[in-house]
T-cell receptor
Framework: LAKTTQPISMDSYEGQEVNITCSHNNIATNDYITWYQQFPSQGPRFIIQGYKTKVTNEVASLFIPADRKSSTLSLPRVSLSDTAVYYCLVGDIIGNTPLVFGKGTRLSVIA | NAGVMQNPRHLVRRRGQEARLRCSPMKGHSHVYWYRQLPEEGLKFMVYLQKENIIDESGMPKERFSAEFPKEGPSILRIQQVVRGDSAAYFC???????????????FGAGTRLSVL
């Protein structure tokens, strides 16, 4: 399984765009990149998933360069409610397999 | 469509007692996973079950821990003779069979916080 490296924590003011970068130098050809969000006292929640280039949904955007050795989760105009831990996961998505979580990035949004 | 339901949300046990954690997956989901989370840590996989079968228990401690997902009823994670080190948040996740597009997205419950005194 590809190992991921993320910043331990980040701070941002409300209304700013937040970019969280994840390094995964050993990503395999079949691996996808998936991000989960975890609020305090709750279970993780799927945010976005991608293989290459750019993926966008109503919550976030995911940027993946051509070499796929890193990825960036972009949260537009964050609010206080975006304060959470964000996990970057890399792995084969064929079938149903256990997820491997790192320590994630703790994002604190300040008013 | 109700999400993954876990109960109890909080469970307090004294050392040596048994803890039973329950998980009802989302409707239509036949795959259940259990994860454990220590404070300031990411989730660690414990066990993966399908109805009446344990598929992968590579993350499960060899002693005192067991899990089941019967044909009828919720999945149960059972911890016998609990010790202080078992104090953690235990999360259950579920996924549907044969995910379209093979996304392997899991849906998590709110967790059970076990405190061992």
């Amino acid at each position: 399984l590809a190992k991921t490296t993320q910043p331990i924590s980040m701070d941002s003011y409300e209304g700013q765009e937040v970019n969280i970068t994840c390094s995964h130098n050993n990503i395999a050809t079949n691996d996808y990149i998936t991000w989960y969000q975890q609020f305090p006292s709750q279970g993780p929640r799927f945010i976005i998933q991608g293989y290459k280039t750019k993926v966008t949904n109503e919550v976030a955007s995911l940027f993946i360069p051509a070499d796929r050795k890193s990825s960036t989760l972009s949260l537009p105009r964050v609010s206080l409610s975006d304060t959470a831990v964000y996990y970057c996961l890399v792995g084969d998505i064929i079938g149903n397999t256990p997820l491997v979580f790192g320590k994630g990035t703790r994002l604190s949004v300040i008013a | 469509n109700a999400g993954v339901m876990q109960n109890p949300r909080h469970l307090v046990r004294r050392r040596g007692q048994e803890a039973r954690l329950r998980c009802s997956p989302m409707k239509g989901h036949s795959h259940v996973y259990w994860y454990r989370q220590l404070p300031e840590e990411g989730l660690k996989f414990m066990v993966y079950l399908q109805k009446e079968n344990i598929i992968d228990e590579s993350g499960m401690p060899k002693e005192r821990f067991s899990a089941e997902f019967p044909k009828e009823g919720p999945s149960i994670l059972r911890i016998q003779q609990v010790v202080r080190g078992d104090s953690a948040a235990y999360f259950c996740a579920s996924s549907p069979p044969g995910q379209v597009g093979a996304k392997n997205i899991q849906y998590f419950g709110a967790g059970t916080r076990l405190s061992v005194l």
